[in-house]
T-cell receptor, first 114, second 113 residues
Framework: DVKVTQSSRYLVKRTGEKVFLECVQD?????MFWYRQDPGLGLRLIYF???????EKGDIPEGYSVSREKKERFSLILESASTNQTSMYLC?????????????FGQGTRLTVV | AQTVTQSQPEMSVQEAETVTLSCTYD???????LFWYKQPPSRQMILVIR??????QNATENRFSVNFQKAAKSFSLKISDSQLGDTAMYFC??????????FGKGTHLIIQP
């Protein structure tokens, strides 16, 4: 089975802290994605990556950065956490081919910034 | 950039009924893929069904089928013989071009016993 693992299920951080959300997949997928999920807003794409060291901005990249040094790991970084970044964060991965195969998701990280 | 619109924030039906969830999208791409994902209370996103835009035949997976109207940019999901375990958030998603995998806002489907 494909496994996408997010490092934490729940996280509480203070305003101004630098926060790292880690995502690891074990199926050698080229594509990886970070979303945030908020009630009534669905899943909004923050950043995605089609290969190692590549990154593309999604719809809401402001306040976030990413790192992909290894194929299996895609990290989301909140440089200075703010309360409006309190949300559910979902990581996903997929094979290349313009989405011809499904995206597999992690269990999500519920981040609370206080 | 592509957009995905789900106009039904919440739907409720009785067990064993048939329900249709609507989804429309906007894109200038000619080759793309469409998906329906299910997110139960466990939060785990699960692929329900996918459709390649170049295929005219509507995709079907057991009780789940789609009505894909490419010219109208419509991609609805029909669930037949609904079951209590179908209660979940359902998301329509689009993949094509350079904008990654884009989701709609979701429809909360409740199956009543």
């Amino acid at each position: 089975d494909v496994k996408v693992t997010q490092s934490s299920r729940y996280l509480v951080k203070r305003t101004g802290e630098k926060v790292f959300l880690e995502c690891v997949q074990d199926m050698d997928h080229e594509n990886m994605f970070w979303y945030r999920q908020d009630p009534g807003l669905g899943l909004r794409l923050i950043y995605f990556s089609y290969d190692v060291k590549m990154k593309e901005k999604g719809d809401i990249p402001e306040g976030y950065s990413v790192s992909r040094e290894k194929k299996e790991r895609f990290s989301l970084i909140l440089e200075s956490a703010s309360t409006n970044q309190t949300s559910m964060y979902l990581c996903a991965s997929s094979l290349p081919g313009q989405g011809s195969t499904e995206a597999f998701f992690g269990q999500g990280t519920r981040l609370t910034v206080v | 950039a592509q957009t995905v619109t789900q106009s039904q924030p919440e739907m409720s039906v009785q067990e064993a009924e048939t329900v249709t969830l609507s989804c429309t999208y906007d894109t200038s791409e000619s080759n793309y893929y469409l998906f329906w994902y299910k997110q139960p209370p466990s939060r785990q996103m699960i692929l329900v069904i996918r459709q390649e835009a170049y295929k005219q035949q509507n995709a079907t997976e057991n009780r789940f089928s789609v009505n894909f109207q490419k010219a109208a940019k419509s991609f609805s999901l029909k669930i037949s013989d609904s079951q209590l375990g179908d209660t979940a958030m359902y998301f329509c998603a689009f993949f094509g071009g350079a904008d990654g995998l884009t989701f709609g806002k979701g429809t909360h489907l409740i199956i009543q016993p």
